[in-house]
T-cell receptor, first 114, second 111 residues
């Protein structure tokens, strides 16, 4: 069964450093998403991406965040200058054009900012 | 008011019990509705979509009441493996827009 993959599984970084979280969506999917989940809290939408541009973003997704699809397979989330409060699990998700309900999530990257 | 509000839980039930989760949403323009399941420290996984006509998948039944902006999930004959956090999810539109998650309701099924 096809699946969304994410790397790394755990990233530890110092405050102020840049991090790039990587995702490989399912190959025929066209819609891509990033979510985050702070430990013990709910899943929060960050951004959606379609046709090589951002479709929608949340208030959390400020100028410190950016997304990119650098090639035909990867989808990345960059945090330019990490803060302690960026520590969370970051989930990538994708879906195809036809099945609006089937959003497939990757296993997540746990980001720890020290 | 939260955009998506769920029963606070946790729910602790014996095996074989029937348990119901409730969810309300604030945006009347919301288009699509889902229940996800999340195991501890894992990614959310789609359990089922929710339609106005109601839908059933084995022991699971989901209902949507658009007039009341209310969604429910019923689990019959609960199993130990049903222990997880159940997330109510609402989409504003059917295109590439955001999904809004509830806080989740944790279910523990005990032998």
């Amino acid at each position: 069964e096809p699946e969304v993959t994410q790397t790394p599984s755990h990233q530890v970084t110092q405050m102020g450093q840049e991090v790039i979280l990587r995702c490989v969506p399912i190959s025929n999917h066209l819609y891509f998403y990033w979510y985050r989940q702070i430990l013990g809290q709910k899943v929060e939408f960050l951004v959606s991406f379609y046709n090589n541009e951002i479709s929608e973003k949340s208030e959390i997704f400020d100028d410190q965040f950016s997304v990119e699809r650098p090639d035909g397979s990867n989808f990345t989330l960059k945090i330019r200058s990490t803060k302690l409060e960026d520590s969370a699990m970051y989930f990538c998700a994708s879906r195809d054009q036809l099945r609006e309900d089937e959003q497939y999530f990757g296993p997540g990257t746990r980001l720890t900012v020290t | 008011r939260k955009e998506v509000e769920q029963d606070p839980g946790p729910f602790n039930v014996p095996e074989g019990a029937t348990v119901a989760f409730n969810c309300t949403y604030s945006n009347s323009a919301s288009q699509s509705f889902f229940w996800y399941r999340q195991d501890c420290r894992k990614e959310p996984k789609l359990l089922m979509s929710v339609y106005s006509s109601g839908n059933e998948d084995g022991r699971f039944t989901a209902q949507l009441n658009r007039a009341s902006q209310y969604i429910s999930l019923l689990i019959r004959d609960s199993k130990l493996s049903d222990s997880a956090t159940y997330l109510c999810v609402v989409n504003k539109d059917t295109n590439a827009g955001k999904s809004t998650f509830g806080d989740g309701t944790t279910l523990t099924v005990k032998p």
